[in-house]
């Protein structure tokens, strides 16, 4: 399986470079996931889009619908791709640790 | 063709004959011609079904088919692009098109039945050949769960059957809703149209979702000199009367009038017969859940007539793109997963959904089906 290489530890990605073991997610594991699709920087407004993802999954098990996403964070959906550029599902939710998501995000 | 395409027997059949060959315009282009023979000799495509792709900068308009025969191609990505309303390129665009499908494509363009032009290209070659197209006026979109690219027939630009400017119609809802078409947000697609009469040339009340068809609601107007000139002229009066389908047309012997609780307001005697005009009073019908698609429970259906009857004053739109944009909310907020628009409506009911979108429901076609529903 492949992996990344986070401050010398090797967390481990499957084949779409999505965290194989979401309880393994930090801080320094997402900037490192967000340099793999085109993220250089972590602002206060991708925080908010993480957060939330996090905290919705944590909660019900599955990554959000794409509508409940932007309507939670306030964010446009084309604002969603502005700060991701690989969109909600392969950027966010890979960056926020989540599996990769089946559904509709 | 290439010599060495000697060998496709089966292409070179469709070469027969003098009418235009599709096989001519693959064959000289840089399409993999043997993907095609090898589905015509297997009997069925060698291409597999496809799939949207994951290209950073490109939420939609990307995609791709696959390839049974990866040692012929490995795949298929293509840009889908939006067509101006009407369907009109000029020569000018149009090469610039060329340019585009000759520099990063198969120097091959596909004019899509749905109403979209297509250039095969690679995955890498897209973002600079949509920064291209771009520099052309043109823009990508209208693929995945978005809302697709808002088609029009040529409308009074080049009409004399136009009720109402469809292509302006199209062009104002396409722009409004941009983001839609470029960002797959929906539960499904969405596709839409306008036509600018009942003659519907777009068909898209049966195959849109969405569809906004040019209406008369006063009666069609008789001109009593153009008809006796016409009649003159060995015009088919009686064939006339019995092409109504309301048999609302009645010739007392010197005179015909329409009668108005018959009339439904369709094009046909005004497509017979020059000296009946449409009605002055027009504006757009709604109609709403038209699919061809044999998914989900209803199958293939015609809309709902949402609204029958939309005033438009001044070329403004406004009304009709808050109703548009009303409805997308509601049925995105609503539908279920892969829900398109006919079967979310057949479920919820029409009725709902004009009471969610604050309409009065008018029930007398109900009432009286026969009768005139405006």
Known sequence: MPAINVGGIEIEVDEDGFIADPSKWNEAVAKALAETEGVTELTENHWKVVNYLRQYYQQFGIAPMIRKLCKETGFSLKEIYDLFPSGPAKGACKIAGLPKPTGCV | ????????????????????????????????????????????????????????????????????????????????????????????????????????????????????IEIYTTREQMVPAVRELNAAGLDVGSTGNDLRCLTACCGPARCDAALIDAPALATYLGQRFIDEQQYPGYPQKVKSGVSGCPNDCTRAMMQKDHSFIGVYRDLPQINSEALLAWQEAGGDLKGLLASCPTEALVWTGSTLAVDPQKCWHCMVCINLCPAIRPGRERGVAWVAGGKYG?????????????????????????????????????????????????????????????????????????ISPGRNGF
């Open chain 2, 1 to 116: 063709m290439p010599e060495a395409s000697q060998k496709y027997t089966f292409c070179r059949t469709l070469l027969n004959g003098p009418s235009p060959s599709h096989v001519r315009e693959l064959g000289n282009s840089r399409y993999p011609l043997a993907m095609y023979e090898q589905g015509l000799a297997a009997g069925e495509s060698a291409y597999d079904h496809g799939g949207y792709i994951n290209i950073p900068e490109l939420p939609s308009g990307v995609g791709v088919r696959n390839s049974c025969r990866p040692e012929i191609i490995e795949e298929s990505a293509y840009l889908r692009i939006l067509q101006p309303a009407g369907g009109w390129l000029s020569a000018g665009t149009l090469e610039k098109l060329a340019a585009c499908a000759e520099t990063y494509g198969k120097s091959l363009i596909h004019f899509t039945s749905g109403g979209t």
């Open chain 2, 294 to 366: 044999h998914r989900g429970p209803q199958g293939p259906m015609v809309g709902y007539v949402l609204v029958p009857f939309i005033p438009i004053k001044d070329n403004d739109y406004t009304t009709i793109g808050d109703l548009f944009g009303a409805f997308l909310e509601l049925w995105a907020d609503n539908a279920q997963k892969k829900e398109r628009v006919g079967d979310f409506i057949s479920r919820v009911g029409p009725l709902w959904v004009i009471k969610e979108l604050g309409l009065n429901a008018v029930p007398q076609i109900l």
